[in-house]
């Protein structure tokens, strides 16, 4: 992590260092950390994909309300990602599901 940091403080542009630094927190579960770094590299290189996929997928298991916004936006930079369209389409069918059991 220091040397990340390190490595941020030079080159804080740098969307991939922004991306590695997510990772680490994620799975030490320092989990805003995560998705503030993961928002940042989003912010730096909203085609990056693999970022989009793991704070997707961390708001899924963990805060499922941001989900569809983040989808959306997602979307609106990669629409041809299959993952994205995957996940979109499971959000559709569990909103379904939630509509006909009310």
Partial sequence: ELV???YLQRFPRNFL?????ALLNES??????????????IKLCPNFAP?????ID??????????RSLLLSAMTHLPENQWLQKQQAQ???????ATIIL
């Fill in 4 to 6: 990340l940091n390190l």
């Fill in 17 to 21: 260092v922004h991306y590695k630094l």
């Fill in 28 to 41: 030490q579960n320092k989990l805003n950390k995560a998705r503030k770094a993961y928002s940042f590299a």
């Fill in 51 to 55: 970022a989009w996929e793991r704070l």
């Fill in 58 to 67: 961390l708001e899924l298991k963990h805060n499922p309300s941001e989900v």
């Fill in 91 to 97: 959000l559709a069918q569990n909103n379904k599901e």
